[in-house]
């Protein structure tokens, strides 16, 4: 399998606080990595560095050969290589779910709208929600608008798709529907970057478990059920109880 996403000696820092040091992590083509850790290790911020959102004060990352720097004027390029799907959706309020939608691919990739339309609509039948396609936002539950997030991602054929908590903002029966939606694009094949606090589903779904604290790669391994079972470190001891 060939590498898609490399992280060298990464290291991010706000002013004094440094946040990411010195992470290296590869991810294949079709992989899909968990990543696990306490509020405040760092986490969303190593997202937004994968996706050219921060600038970075050390390091190299790459998307499928191509470097990422944040403010490069061909960031575009980027975007179509790595999506993200973030906790608060993100859609635009004043666009229907279908507008939403196709709107990166047609501004952005220059796609024909009639192509983007039917690629949509088969997007959405997937994930359910063929019948919102002409609805606001406002009028979807969380789960639905997390569904649309995702779709809007998807729909950008990206080589790698970023998901930062994305279920964290929804009532609990919401959750499941868009585990699913996930478990079934890991099904399908596509390369995934994970953060979650959803335990349950991180075992089921990792490749991979990466456990961060204090902007430190800690622990990491394939060996998934293991590490839910007993960790190596201490400090993921400690992190897993506090889900039982
Ligand atoms: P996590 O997602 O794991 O909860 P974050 O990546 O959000 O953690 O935050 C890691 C650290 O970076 C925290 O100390 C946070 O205060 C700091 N941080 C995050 N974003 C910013 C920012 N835009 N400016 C300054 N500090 C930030
Ligand atoms: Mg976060």
């Known amino acids: ?22 992470i290296n992590l590869s991810v294949k083509k079709g992989e899909v990595v968990v990543i696990i850790g306490p509020s405040g290790c760092g986490k969303s911020t190593f997202l937004r560095c994968l996706n ?10 790459t998307v499928d050969g191509l470097p990422v720097e944040a403010g ?8 179509q290589k790595i999506g993200m799907v973030f906790q608060s959706y993100e859609l635009f309020p004043h666009m229907t779910v279908l507008e939403n939608i ?19 609509l088969e997007l959405l039948d997937k994930v359910g929600l063929s019948d919102k396609k002409d ?11 997390q569904r649309v997030a ?13 998901f930062d908590e994305v279920t964290a903002a929804l009532d609990p029966e919401m959750v499941h529907e868009v585990l ?22 991180a075992k089921a779904v990792a490749d991979r ?12 391994t394939e060996d998934v059920a293991g590490f839910f079972n007993e960790p190596e470190t201490d400090r993921a001891k400690k992190f897993l109880k506090t889900f039982s």
């Open 1 to 22: 399998m060939s590498e898609l996403l490399k992280v060298t000696h990464l290291h991010k820092e706000f002013g004094t606080n440094v946040v990411l040091k010195d």
């Open 52 to 61: 050219g959102l921060e600038d970075i004060q050390g390091g190299v990352i």
């Open 72 to 79: 490069k004027r061909d960031i575009t390029k980027l975007r």
């Open 102 to 120: 196709i709107l990166a691919p047609t501004k952005v990739q220059k796609r024909q709208k009639d192509e983007a339309v039917r690629e949509a």
């Open 135 to 145: 609805y606001y936002p406002r009028q979807l539950s969380g789960g639905q608008k």
């Open 150 to 162: 995702i779709v809007r991602a998807l729909l950008m054929h990206p080589e790698v798709i970023l």
């Open 180 to 201: 699913e939606t996930m478990i079934a694009l890991a099904k399908g094949g596509s390369t995934m970057l994970i953060v979650t606090h959803e335990m349950a589903f």
């Open 209 to 220: 478990i990466v456990f961060l604290d204090k902007g430190d790669i800690v622990e990491e």
